[in-house]
């Protein structure tokens, strides 16, 4: 995190005058304890599209988790732009008067730019990324006993959704690479499982791996050169890394039972994935290099598609009791809980922030609050809906 | 190690009558540490599962309990038969289409029902067919043959079918 543990302690001092140290630097000034909110007003966007992405930015806002949207009368910070050629000019300025948290020109369309201005308030608010203008990538199912599952990618709040596949096949578990340009899946469209990247500047699509048996889950590393993914060429699905355009593989795993769903830490050192090994599913730690595995205590029985948050502290994962739900366990502390409410929840993926995540729940992909246990749609108009997964 | 291999592969042997049929998975070529005999490494692709025939050995297809990929005894007798059938018809090529029902997750239930697959082609190995004529696949949940959320349906849907490659 960007502020010491020093830092912390004083934090709930910054809060209540948060705008003293604004003309000193350029690090953050209030970090949001826990669930508490700060109050923003927002005038209307000026230009043509102003009153749509005045509600663009709003939801952007209130989806934050750190924002809740006032009157400007008792507003702490109030956000105004105008919509111009190259994109949005926007500013935040404080109550007290005194210079602007944010004054920036954002580029794009205009809908991308108000979600950069969103995501540069975040920032500057709590010293954390905002993540209003990541995308996420998931597969969606058509019914039946026969149903062939897509691609799709669309906006974080769910809005320009395209779909990237026709394969008509079982496209599953598409995954970004980390500079957001690359998708990773799996497809049987060949017949068997292989494993496909999908350059999104270029629109082409690579096979990267077909080997025998199943190619799946493939993850890439932080750096982009690697996908960890389950290979099952050796007669059993193992954790395997290969170049991530393709190559032979370095098998990590070596087990009796099913080991699949890497994920990478982010200094790119250890990766988790889920084994049967010792019985039903549970999470594993294992260095990226190979050698010995970890199983850490996720506290339930059967706990699958770990998620590492992009702080490395925390990993995600999701667990079948109470129907299906979303856990986390924390690396310092080796604790676990339960950051969700109701049913049919999985696939957890994180946002940058290390706090939101992006889930599927009953087919329906939601935004859960991992803070509060919040879950806020994340509308489109597909159906069945799974395996989500968020830019960083 | 040297004892757990040798009694694991002695295991094997009582388990499918069959002392010689031990091979060794492409894992070898990692490095001879890390033997293990439950590897049996899977054969070039050939055909395509998706159009495979499941019909003609449709009464061979092979259950499981939940979250498991163990063969159950009373699943076995399937087994000799199949077995039989490929000893009779040398020249052809099957695959072991494995699939869960519709709880947890896809991408352990895609693994699940691969590893279900291969538990398949395994024991086939062990009553001397040739797995060079057996492929696997795992559709995962994604392939039920009843639909819905019932026992009945979960029972139905964990299986492992084997189809006629052509």
């Known amino acids: 995190m960007l502020l010491s543990h020093s830092m912390k302690l004083i934090l709930p001092t910054l809060l209540l005058t948060p705008f003293l140290l604004l ?17 923003v007003a927002i005038s209307p966007i000026a230009g043509t599209e102003g009153p749509a992405m005045t509600k663009v930015l709003q939801n952007d806002l209130e989806r934050s988790g750190a924002c809740r949207i006032v009157d400007p009368a008792t507003a702490a910070f109030t956000l105004s732009g ?3 050629p190259s994109g949005l000019a926007g500013r935040a300025t404080p109550k007290s008067g005194g210079a602007p948290l944010v004054e920036s020109s954002f580029n794009g369309d205009a809908r991308r730019a108000t979600h950069q201005f969103a995501d540069a308030f ?6 954390t990324p905002g993540f209003a203008s990541s995308r996420i990538t998931f597969a969606s199912a058509s019914a039946g006993k026969n149903r062939k599952k897509e691609i799709y990618l669309s906006d974080i709040d769910g809005e320009n959704v395209r779909q990237l596949t026709q394969d008509g096949a079982l496209g599953y578990g598409p995954k970004f690479s980390p500079d957001g340009n690359k998708i990773a899946y799996s497809s ?5 499982r292989d494993t496909y990247v999908i350059d999104l500047t270029s629109k082409k699509r690579s096979i990267v791996a077909q080997f025998p048996g199943q190619n799946t889950g493939a993850a890439f590393s932080p750096d982009g050169s690697t996908l960890a993914l389950s290979l099952s060429k050796f007669g059993n699905p193992e954790i395997c890394t290969i170049p991530s355009s393709g190559g032979e593989p370095t098998r990590l795993t070596n087990a009796r039972g099913t080991d699949c769903s890497p994920t990478w830490s982010p200094d790119g050192t250890q990766i988790a994935y889920v084994s049967d090994e010792r019985g039903s599913p549970s999470i594993y730690l294992l260095p990226a290099t190979g050698g010995s595995p970890e199983r850490i205590n996720t506290e339930s029985s059967y706990s699958t ?20 739900q979303i856990g986390v366990y924390d690396l310092d502390s080796k604790k676990s809980r339960i950051v969700s409410r109701g049913s049919g929840l999985e696939s957890p993926s994180w946002t940058r922030n290390s706090r939101h995540l992006v889930c599927s729940q009953n087919g329906t992909l939601v935004l859960l609050d991992s803070l509060t246990g919040e879950a806020i749609k994340v509308p489109n108009n597909l159906s069945r809906n799974t395996e989500p997964n968020t830019t960083r | 190690m040297k004892y757990t291999y040798l009694s694991l592969l002695t295991l094997l042997a009582i388990l499918s009558g069959c002392a010689d049929k031990d091979k060794k998975g492409d894992g070898a070529a990692f490095g001879d540490s890390t033997d293990n005999i439950y590897d049996q490494s899977l054969p070039q692709r050939s055909g395509n599962p998706d159009t495979a025939d499941y019909e003609t050995l449709k009464a061979d297809t092979v259950f499981f309990a939940y979250d498991s990929f163990t063969i159950e005894a009373k699943e076995r007798p399937k087994l000799d038969k199949l077995a039989n059938y490929l000893s009779n018809n040398a020249n052809t090529k099957i695959v072991i289409a494995g699939h869960t029902d519709a709880r947890g997750t896809p991408q352990y239930n895609l693994a699940l029902s691969e590893k279900r697959a291969n538990a398949v082609r395994q024991y086939l190995i062990g009553l001397g067919s040739s797995g060079n004529n057996i492929s696997t696949v795992g559709y995962g949940e994604d392939r039920p043959t009843s639909e819905g959320e019932s026992d009945s349906a979960h029972t139905d849907n964990r299986r492992a079918s084997p189809g006629i490659l052509r």
């Open chain 1, 23 to 39: 003309a000193q630097s350029s690090a953050p000034v209030i970090v949001i304890e826990q669930t508490r909110k700060v109050d």
């Open chain 1, 305 to 324: 598609e770990p998620d590492w948050s992009p702080d490395g502290k925390k990993i995600a994962y999701s667990i079948s009791s109470g129907g299906g």
């Open chain 1, 82 to 84: 105008t919509i111009t």
């Open chain 1, 122 to 127: 975040i920032q500057a608010l709590t010293g």
């Open chain 1, 188 to 192: 049987d469209k060949s017949g068997y």
